[in-house]
């Protein structure tokens, strides 16, 4: 099996791979870096790794670079690419996680079980934007707000899980893929954060019935799932907004996507656009603004954080209570294009891995 690493992190990358060394043994190591870090990398890369740029893939396969850019579906995809030109699954992992069991080996087994798809589980810093959301809101209504805390949450930083979170979501830096999804599934090559949750989220309906692994059962979980600590580190006070607007958009873009595959709707200006607004409104509901605005009304949450002396959050926190889905939208003719690339890189996707295998290799 195939483990990899997309990074632009020198540091973090090395540490990375000392720690998952031990899982490495008796597989495959793959390493995509972006042209400033790539020669960084190499100088400490194993020499049996297999090490590209994240320009190197589109140039090898100029008919098919749509589906290899996008950084980060795009990285992913080129994952794929290459572990279907070796016949291999790939796990992915990254360069913010240490190993905290057999990964490697449970991500294999999982996929050798029949699974497409393997949920692994995330310690440490885990849950997405939403959490951070409800941790925001639950910090600001306490009754002594701790000022570090919510400054922690405004750089983009979850509380510390020290259980697995079973039934949640999937964890893009611990996320398993099998042979058979590589060659037939791309990730939607895209540079909004929400590739991961995209994949796991059609993986039914291009891979069939019941192809993702994430039990919702916790002895089975903490039997079978790979577990791994996830220590981010902090952003700025504005992260917490910019990833929330972000991962608004590319939902929004989920949501229409969905609406085409449920309604068999070829994607054109016509079946796309008129679905912008609502898909939008669905993904603004699904992040808690509204909630969050709700709340900020009725317990003056705005003013108890001015009186916490942290004005950088604070002007953030209006940011985040003046969002509307009318703001967040991305304009049509952006919307339109974006959506028409998940079902391009789907119908491509097959000659794609065919030409991988040919040149990759």
Known sequence: MLACFSSNRPKRLKLALQAYAKQLEGHSLLVIDTDATHAENEGFLPKRAL??????????????????????????????????????????????????????????????????????????????????????????????PRVGRIREIFAGLPAQATGLIVGAGVNGGNLGVSPEACRSYAFYPTSHRVEDGIYAAFADRYLGANSVYNPANSAEATAKLPVVRHEMAAGKPSTLREKIEDEVRGTSLGVCIDRLLRGRETPNAETVLPKRTAATQVSFNEYLLPYLQKNAAQNKLTEKLNALGAPDEAREFAALLSLTPEKLALPEKEYLAKVNLFFETQSAWKPAVAEAEAKLK
């Open 51 to 144: 090490h590209y740029s994240e320009t190197e893939i589109p140039e090898l396969l100029p008919d098919y670079a749509f589906a290899f850019r996008g950084k980060y579906g795009g990285n992913r995809n080129q994952a794929l690419a290459v572990a279907a030109a070796r016949g291999e699954g790939v796990a992915f992992f990254d360069d913010d996680t240490l190993p905290l069991n057999d990964v490697m080996a449970r991500h294999a087994a999982a996929i050798a079980s029949g699974w497409k798809i393997v949920c692994g589980k995330y310690l440490g810093h885990a849950g997405g934007a939403q959490n951070l959301v409800l941790q925001l809101i639950s910090e600001l209504s306490a009754e002594e």
